[in-house]
């Protein structure tokens, strides 16, 4: 072999080397870039789990939940009354009003004892359990109770209550923090209570909430006599006489 190809092979095996020297170490350095873009994706996914989870809506600050609820009224007796007035039955009938019926939760009235009008109140307690029974609460679902009154007094009420199961949310008027801190662009402490609040009472049957309920049958004589105006593109007589169109 010459002189000359020796060279030119020693040369060539040089510049291999040379340049496996210099792309060798560019592997490690891609591989540390594509972990910090790795990481990088991870973290910004993360800040976003933890940033996405602060609550901001008045459906998940204050919401609309099922539970038991206490339902009392005080009736204030006079130590001179004989028996119930006007006045005290209405106000029972109203209360009465809420009682669920099919549910027969027992009703509690409690009269005083000990104060100055303890005769005029047991009187008119019985007036009271007269007044339910009347109003289609069973019997056996009235108890009759007596609380000690704080002073002898005064003239202390007769509680009457029962248990009820309503749509409910928790109290307004929470203010932890100024409005004017609205760097953060979020609802403040008490937004939207008030509307889930009157949401909630307006509810007749809690358990809408819930579920759908069951679908009444269906009206087939109704449903045909529509079905045949449709197709007859007939106009309902009831719908003309509730149309604001005089045309």
């Not at 130590?79 to 509690?108: E, H, I, V």
């Not at 339910?132 to 019997?139: E, L, T, V």
């Not at 029962?162 to 979020?186: I, M």
């Amino acid at each position: 072999m010459s002189q000359s190809a020796s060279k030119a092979r020693t040369a060539t095996a040089t510049t291999r080397s040379g340049r496996s020297r210099i792309y060798r170490p560019a592997v490690p350095v891609l591989a540390v870039a594509v972990a910090a873009l790795l990481t990088g994706c991870a973290n910004f996914k993360r800040d976003s789990i933890t940033v996405g989870s602060v609550p901001d809506d008045y459906r998940t600050t204050h919401p609309i939940v099922i539970a038991e609820k206490n339902e009392k009224i005080d009736l204030p007796v006079g130590a001179g009354d004989r028996g119930m007035t006007g006045s005290q039955r209405d106000t029972l009938l109203g209360f009465l009003d809420g009682y669920d019926k099919s549910a027969a939760p027992a009703l509690t009235i409690a009269i005083p004892s000990g104060s100055a009008n303890e005769i005029a109140a047991t009187a008119a307690g019985r007036d009271f359990a007269r007044l339910a029974i009347a109003s289609g609460i069973g019997r056996n679902r009235i108890v009759m109770t007596t609380y000690q009154s704080v002073s002898a007094e005064a003239s202390a009420p007769i509680r009457v209550a029962y248990v009820s199961v309503k749509a409910q949310t928790d109290k307004c008027g929470r203010w932890p923090e100024d409005l004017l801190q609205t760097s953060e662009n979020k609802h403040y402490a008490d937004f939207g209570c008030s509307y889930q609040n009157n949401l909630a009472a307006q509810m007749s049957n809690p358990a809408d909430l819930l579920g759908p309920r069951k679908q009444t049958p269906i009206d087939a004589e109704n449903r045909g006599n529509v079905i045949d105006a449709y197709r007859n593109r007939e106009i309902s007589d009831e719908l003309l006489g509730n149309s604001e169109v005089d045309y």
